[in-house]
């Protein structure tokens, strides 16, 4: 599972938003996806006027399915749970590729990304590997506080995609 924005972009723009999912889209086609669902979480799942979070990802959603790949899925927004557990997107009825089945999930910010991020490992006790992807090359930008395996899995992942 891929996490955008635990530790970089502070409140992304949609033209930034447009640069992450284009981003990991590259980076999933380097680590060999064959299709890649992308997944944009909010705290509704339809759009609201006060929640600019649920007013993105329509926005994004829209502006990615006129691009009509076969490789690329992004859709939102989502609540966290629709976005990880098909068993709650059939109990909701929800109609989408990407829910329930996401391989990466979009943040509204940098709040949630690290709150994510934190609960991933601290809780859910996850192996991560962290980069800084949308330079020539990733950077590896790790926790002060992530283990000494999470911060060798972040080189390793990196010295993967530059292959």
Known sequence: ??????????????EEKKQIINNLSKFA?????EKFKI??????EKPIKKI???????????????????FLFVDGPFVFENEISMQNVIKKNIKSSVAGDADALLVSHIDVGNALY?????????RVASLILGAKF?????????????KL???????????
Do not use: C, H, W
Request: cysteine-free.
């Open 52 to 70: 600019q979070s649920s007013l993105d990802a329509v926005k994004l959603k829209q502006i990615f399915s006129r691009k009509q790949s076969e």
């Open 118 to 126: 934190k609960s991933f490992t601290y809780f859910g006790e996850a």
């Open 39 to 44: 997944a944009l979480l909010s705290s509704v």
């Open 1 to 14: 599972l891929i996490l955008s924005d635990s530790a970089f972009n502070i409140s992304p723009t949609i």
């Open 29 to 33: 086609m380097s680590l060999g996806y």
């Open 138 to 150: 990733p950077i590896v930008l790790t926790s002060r506080s992530d283990t000494k395996q999470n």
């Open 153 to 163: 899995d972040s080189l390793l992942l990196a010295l993967k995609v530059l292959n």
